[in-house]
């Protein structure tokens, strides 16, 4: 069993950043794929990035791509997401997911695991 909690959510002003963090507890994270989703008021929850359990794999939607950055450290038990050229349309509940391999990252259905969200809302 893996337990999942995201902090650093906020409030930001367009074009500034921040950075989510996800820890787990009661299993160690490195034999699994991790993701991030977000969901908006109204529309379905959305893939974002996604990294393999080594680091050495990663996958981004196109529509962060380039201003987001996944990354993992096994030691601490912890994925990060670094969210740089924050936009309004990016405010969303934010979610990390645990996941057992890296095929098909994209599909929620193959998390297994997954936190309680952080709100990020970004003003214009």
């Known amino acids: 069993q893996v337990q999942l909690g995201e902090s650093g959510g906020g409030l930001v002003q367009a074009g500034g950043s921040l950075r989510l963090s996800c820890q787990a507890s009661?299993?160690?994270?490195?034999?699994?794929?991790m993701g991030w989703f977000r969901q908006a008021p109204g529309k379905e929850r959305e893939f974002v990035a996604a990294?393999?359990?080594?680091?050495?794999?990663?996958d981004y939607a196109d529509s962060v791509k380039g201003r987001f950055t996944i990354s993992r450290d096994n030691a601490k038990n912890t994925v990060y997401l670094q969210m740089n050229s924050l936009k309004p349309e990016d405010t969303a509940v934010y979610y990390c997911a645990a996941a057992n391999s890296f095929s098909r990252r994209r599909n929620q259905d193959m998390y297994r695991y997954w936190g309680q969200g952080t709100q990020v809302t970004v003003s214009s």
């Open positions: 990294i393999s359990w080594s680091g050495g794999s990663t």
């Open positions: 009661g299993r160690t994270l490195n034999i699994y794929t």
